[in-house]
């Protein structure tokens, strides 16, 4: 569920999978395509906010303006006066995609996408509460995306083992759409323990609003060609899968220490939880023998509907920033997420997992996945005048930064599906570069850009593919404005 990064979405290519390598329309359990691999939970959440994103998301020890409920609520005690925030985001995801069992289908897919990311009022409380300084916030965040597109085709030529045999080629086009995602409302709390310790508290509700949608839907086409022989056969097949209502609780967690001026520390917690989702499928599939001009109509016209259970893993965050002078402030930040546990569970009680779609009552071929970690190191540099009496109508600010992320996998190996594979996960790594711009003491303005690059990865998305490798890069623009009252 990228900032999971995502997010990259496993189960889409797994349909991709069997379209590539078997007949042009097949069925999966449910009743559609890829229905046991279609959940597609970015494992790296989004993340909120063009000044943390402009330090690499090396936020978590410093935490203090209107997005910190989402890096860490116990930093909200640190605003001085009410702050509003509006942050949008645009998202372009490359993959460039190679294969040598189906070289026509090399090449770049894309997709861009437009979004509102987060938005929140918070308001330190005027009088102290048991002699504690009290934040309160209310908060909306985008956690994960699920947008990505592809069209592609693919040609391929099989002997079916009869007698005598007979040659069957295939020509197909595909064309695969997939958009959603998973957002929360969140209140929160931010009070101070001691002078130097503080602890925060978000209760994250995964609902429906009028902001977003908790849902992702993907239609998959397929169109072509296969010759039995000689006899030509047309077909083409639809399938639709939705993802509706997806509704939890879960909590976020934040402690902030700063023992001194120069140093804090921070850590943050987010608790697992099991959410539940409306499941929606229906497949429809047409085909024409063009050698005795009948048409074979394959209609699943009820579709299959069904209640899910999507369990998501716990995180846990610790961070640590350096304050050299009023200008300079340096941050580290490490979390740890054992993505073993992204598990679903269907309507008849059968669990599996979501990276790569495997039963885990299959003692045989579940893969133990190591946990994945990120490390994001970012700096930011304040203009501060050299002249304490200089006028402040405007102050500039310049971050920067760089980060290593890891998404789960099975790495299984390519030539045999059905091995467990080492559980190792996916490497990323990524650079951040941002600005900042307080006007008159009351309007923020923050501008962040991040570039993201996989090299050979993604490879559960089409397992036991021969040669399949996939580079995906991806661009990323925030845009904040936070108002002071």
């Not at 504690?132 to 083992?161: C, E």
């Not at 397929?222 to 030509?232: E, F, I, N, Q, Y």
Request: proline share 6%; charged share 20%.
């Amino acid at each position: 569920m990228s900032s999971p990064n995502n997010v990259p979405t496993f189960a889409v290519w797994t349909c991709l999978c069997g379209l590539l390598l078997a007949a042009p329309l097949s069925r999966a359990q449910g009743g559609a395509l890829g229905a046991d691999r279609s959940i597609p939970p970015t494992p790296t959440p989004v993340g909120s906010g063009a000044r943390a994103a402009g330090m690499a998301n090396a936020f978590i020890a410093i935490a203090d303006d209107a997005t910190a409920a989402s890096w860490n609520p116990a930093g909200l005690v640190q605003l001085e006066c009410p702050e509003i925030s509006v942050v949008g985001s645009h998202l372009r995801l490359q993959d460039r995609l190679t294969a040598s069992a189906v070289p026509e289908f090399d090449g770049v897919h894309d997709v861009d996408s437009w979004d509102l990311n987060y938005l929140s009022v918070a308001y330190p409380l005027p009088r102290p509460v048991f002699g504690s300084n009290v934040t309160i916030s209310l908060n909306y965040q985008r956690k994960f995306d699920f947008v990505r597109t592809f069209d592609g085709r693919m040609n391929t030529a099989t002997v079916a083992p009869l007698t005598p045999p007979i040659l069957i080629s295939q020509f197909s086009n595909l064309d695969f759409t997939q958009d959603g995602s998973l957002s929360t409302l969140t209140p929160a709390i931010a009070f101070e323990l001691t002078h130097k310790l503080s602890l925060g508290i978000a209760l994250n509700l995964w609902r429906d609003s009028f902001l977003s949608r908790n849902e992702w839907r993907q239609t998959t086409r397929t169109a072509g060609v296969t010759l039995l022989g000689a006899s030509p056969v047309l077909s083409y097949g639809i399938s639709r899968e939705k993802y509706s209502d997806f509704s939890g609780e879960n909590v976020t967690l934040g402690l902030l220490w700063k023992p001194n001026p120069r140093w804090s520390f921070g850590a943050r917690y987010d608790s697992a939880f099991t959410g539940t989702t409306n499941y929606r499928a229906h497949d429809l599939e047409l085909r024409l023998n063009l050698a005795n001009a009948v048409v074979r109509p394959s209609i699943n016209a009820m579709p299959t509907i069904s209640r899910r259970s999507i369990k998501i893993p716990d995180t846990l965050a610790l961070g640590a920033a350096y304050r050299a002078n009023d200008r300079l402030t340096l941050a580290l930040d490490v979390s740890r997420t054992d993505w073993n546990d992204l598990i679903a569970k269907d309507s008849g009680g059968r669990r599996f997992s979501l990276v790569d779609g495997t039963d885990l009552a299959n003692a045989l071929q579940r893969t133990h996945l190591d946990p994945a970690y990120t490390v994001r190191l970012g700096g930011e540099y304040v203009f501060i005048p050299r002249e304490p009496g200089d006028d402040l109508p405007m102050l500039w600010s310049l971050r920067g930064g760089l980060f290593y992320e890891e998404e789960p996998a099975t790495n299984r190996s390519t030539r045999n599906y059905f091995s467990r594979g080492d559980g190792d996960p996916d490497s990323f790594y990524g650079a951040a570069l941002g600005v900042g711009l307080l006007i008159g003491q009351r309007v923020n303005l923050d501008l962040a850009y991040q570039v993201r690059y996989g090299p050979g990865v993604n490879h559960d998305m089409n397992p036991g593919a021969d040669g399949y490798d996939d580079d995906e890069l991806r661009h990323r623009v925030l845009l904040s404005t936070v108002i002071y009252f």
